[in-house]
């Protein structure tokens, strides 16, 4: 496995004289040490863990991969040795891990011993990731047990070869000591998949590639891009009327968050689920190059059903913002949050599954995350919903883009007791993108006529993250604090 990934002549092997020193002296249909010298053999490796330094698309990292050959690639004390010392090694060198975990599990004939090493192995992953250092993780066939329990759980990009068994307890375990075994396909990849417990599955012949793409993703390091035109802004004496803004941002064929990442040049590496088993499909997070910039977007579909409309958020979506938010803040990536929604989703599972608690969490870990910020107004923001994503260090309005406490027609209906009075509602409240930078709620609007909003869009996004990376941090946060007590006194 390391030959297909690392590149050709890169990889340098670590602690291959770490081997189990049988700690039980265990015996069951043979001794464990006869067992060990067996697996030497069939396998070629002296120990269910391979582990070193390559280079993969040209850069370094640290690769640990699994040797299902010896013992069904089970964990044990020298195993979990073998991974701590790679993990703290990456950290020590300030590298990435690219892990391919395959196993059956803990190592049997080491009993507590061997199982115990699950927590050294997770301590070691939470050091790297507290230095802000990037793990990505391939899970391949099988991958089950202590080792799917511990360190091959707790990376932040997830993938997973085709049609691999992965689950904590194995079938044929569940099935004798349950009586029933699990309904099929629940412990595959593209089940977990589906679920949001797997980012991406990847076939082998791919996974180099896909490692580089994401290895650059994550590359604080500034890239290369062309802007598709100079950052355009409108002048300070514009004027967009607020009913005007709300029938643009809904007209069939405005651009979306998918347009303005193209012409970004950004290929975002999507980041799926909440860490809990569920996936909104209509919330869009990932990582990727944005104008050349290495940054955790956020985002909503456009077009989800409902005409032109940007989606519904629910519950499960706002938890993904938040993961979203805290992995930007661990790797030190800039976040850049685009709103284009009609709204929180309003069902009795996002009540109960706590959605305003969710909108608020998302509030609160805006107002705190180290990382530089942008926001950008793109179209529809209507209410706590489109609010969620909206603090920031600067925020970026598209001309026709607007921001109200509900959709203009649920204000004329409380107020009025119809809808008939929506366009007044919307002037009234001052939602438009030009009303917002008057009140100091946005920075900078952005023309979106003649067909050139996307670019345009683009053009600024990279213009203010340039500038936002450049300022001090220290100022940038107390100017965040300040930002929210000033607007309209």
């Not at 791919?206 to 500034?222: C, S, V």
Request: glycine share 12%; with cysteine; hydrophobic share 45%.
């Amino acid at each position: 496995m390391i030959d297909l990934v690392a590149d050709p002549g890169t990889f340098e092997p670590w602690d291959s004289d770490v081997v189990s020193n049988d700690p039980l002296a265990f015996h069951d249909t043979m001794s464990y040490r006869t067992r060990l010298l067996q697996a030497e053999r069939h396998s070629g490796s002296s120990e269910a863990i391979v582990a070193g330094r390559a280079s993969v698309q040209g850069r370094a990292v640290v690769l640990i991969a699994g040797e299902f050959s010896f013992l069904g690639g089970t964990l044990g004390v020298a195993a979990a040795e073998r991974v701590i010392r790679a993990f703290d090694r990456a950290t020590e060198s300030r590298l990435p891990v690219v892990a391919m975990p395959v196993s059956g599990g803990t190592r049997m004939q080491e009993g507590a011993a061997g199982f115990i090493q699950m927590a050294g192995c997770a301590a070691a992953v939470q050091r790297l990731r507290d230095a802000g250092l990037l793990y990505v993780v391939y899970l391949r066939n099988p991958t089950t047990g202590g080792v799917l329990g511990s360190w091959a759980s707790l990376a932040h990009v997830r993938l997973a070869e085709p049609g691999a068994l992965i689950g904590l307890t194995g079938p044929r375990v569940v099935r004798a000591v349950t009586g029933h075994p699990l309904p099929a396909g629940v412990q595959t990849a593209e089940n977990l998949g589906r679920r949001g417990l797997l980012d991406e599955i990847v076939r082998p012949s791919r996974l180099r590639e896909r490692l580089g793409h994401i290895l650059d993703a994550a590359d604080p390091r500034p890239g290369e891009w062309q802007a598709p035109m100079g950052p355009e802004v409108l002048g300070d004496d514009a004027d967009v009327a607020g009913w005007d803004a709300v029938v643009e941002s809904r007209r069939a064929g405005r651009p979306g968050v998918a347009d303005v990442l193209r012409q970004c040049g950004a290929d975002v590496v999507r980041l799926r689920g909440d860490g809990a088993g569920n996936d909104d499909e209509n919330c869009i997070v990932g990582m990727g190059r944005v104008c050349g910039i290495a940054a955790m977007v956020l985002a909503q579909r456009r077009n989800d059903g409902g005409g032109a409309r940007g989606a519904s958020i629910g519950a499960v979506g706002y938890r993904q913002y938040r993961r979203a938010i805290a992995l930007a803040d661990e790797l030190g990536l800039p976040l850049v949050g685009v709103i284009d929604t009609r709204g929180a989703a309003m069902t009795p599972h996002d009540e109960e599954g706590g959605v305003a608690a969710m909108i608020a969490a998302c509030l609160g870990a805006l107002s705190v995350v180290r990382t530089p910020t942008l926001s950008v107004l793109l179209g529809e923001g209507s209410g706590g919903g489109a609010l969620a994503l909206l603090p920031a260090d600067r925020v970026v309005a598209a001309e026709h883009g607007w921001l109200a406490p509900i959709s203009p027609e649920g204000a004329s209906a409380i107020l009025y007791r119809t809808t008939e009075r929506a366009a007044d509602v919307a002037g009234a409240q001052r939602i438009s993108s030009t009303d917002l930078r008057r009140l100091g709620i946005v920075d900078t609007v952005v023309p979106d006529g003649d067909g050139a909003m996307a670019p345009r869009i683009a053009a600024v996004i990279g213009d203010e993250l340039r500038r936002l990376a450049e300022r001090d941090d220290e100022e940038r946060l107390d100017a965040r604090r300040r930002r929210y007590r000033t607007v309209a006194r």
